[in-house]
């Protein structure tokens, strides 16, 4: 495992680099694609040449109030109806990436769980296993999050300056 770590750093600084001299550092992708092959296409060309996906899911409170608000009221991990935000950008990522990723396999995560504390991680599959593929991913996902007790999290106080 050391020296797949030490591959996706090498991975990332070379895409970096190469990014760099491919594009000016201020260039952004924009939203131009029409199909997922260009898009691909595109990542390669700024230097992207594989990449090792992984997902950390945040499992505070602040899904329930952000959802409350953007997702109909709804906690934004709710899985008991169409996919939720976290489905789909887990999804869009999984898809995107995927002709980049040379084994298919996803470490995913959740933290900021109350049973898990400020300063742990849980894996979505037991002996903290890497997923085999997306749907595997949101398999696990949809079996695990609703039975996540979600912590409180740590809120900044506003300070009253009267």
Not at 11 to 34: C, K, N
Not at 80 to 102: C, F, H, R, V, W
Not at 138 to 155: C, D, F, K, T
Request: glycine residues 10%; hydrophobic residues 35%; proline residues 5%.
């Amino acid at each position: 495992m050391g020296n797949k770590q030490s591959g996706q750093s090498r991975g990332v600084a070379s895409a970096a680099a190469a990014s760099a001299t491919a594009r000016p550092a201020s260039a952004a992708f924009r939203d131009i694609y029409s199909d997922l092959p260009s898009l691909q296409a595109d990542l390669r060309r700024a230097g992207l040449e594989a990449c090792n996906l992984i997902f950390g899911i945040d499992a505070t409170k602040s899904n329930t109030y952000t959802g409350a608000r953007s997702f109909g009221g709804r906690c934004l991990h709710d899985v008991s109806g169409p996919k939720n935000p976290y489905q789909q950008a887990m999804s869009i990522l999984a898809t995107t990436l995927a002709s980049l990723d040379e084994d298919n396999l996803i470490p995913a995560y959740f933290f900021g769980s109350a049973g898990a504390g400020d300063h742990s991680v849980v894996s979505l599959l037991p002996g903290e296993r890497p997923c085999a593929g997306i749907d595997q991913v949101l398999e696990a996902y949809s079996q695990v999050i609703p039975h996540v007790r979600v912590s409180e999290g740590r809120r900044r106080r506003r300070r009253r300056w009267w």
